[in-house]
Nanobody, 125 residues
Framework: VQLQASGGGLVQAGGSLRLSCADS????????MAWFRQAPGKEREFVAG????????YYSDSVKGRFTASRDNAKNTLYLLMSSLRPEDTAVYYC???????????????????WGQGTKVTVSS
């Protein structure tokens, strides 16, 4: 599994960005895929994720209704469309994958063994 995140940048509050996470390995087959973020001085937190068994998408309360996760299985790519961005969304965003995550631990970063390198998102007020 090799994950490569991209698409970060500087955007004004209220704007939008779309992040991509390309998998050059085989994570899309039977893996739970997720987006996390880490702001300076804070712990890494769950943003959105695809549960491997059902494909159902889960979101954190802080982004629900503003962010939309999607995937293109043909391209082995995960996306995160971020709209109505706020300064508090400023963070490094990571994509992750793991085949052994259980549903109850899906929102924990410690449950994932595979990570992309992160892409920085800065939202100015």
């Amino acid at each position: 599994v090799q994950l490569q995140a991209s698409g970060g940048g500087l955007v004004q509050a209220g704007g939008s960005l779309r992040l991509s996470c390309a998998d050059s390995g085989r994570a899309f087959g039977g893996y739970t895929m997720a987006w996390f973020r880490q702001a300076p001085g804070k712990e890494r937190e769950f943003v959105a994720g695809f549960w491997r068994n059902s494909g159902r998408i889960y979101y954190s309360d802080s982004v629900k209704g503003r962010f939309t996760a999607s995937r293109d299985n043909a391209k082995n790519t995960l996306y995160l469309l971020m709209s109505s961005l706020r300064p508090e969304d400023t963070a490094v965003y990571y994509c992750s994958a793991d085949a052994t995550v259980i549903l109850s631990t899906m929102r924990r970063s410690s449950a994932y063994n595979y990570w992309g390198q992160g892409t920085k998102v800065t939202v100015s007020s």
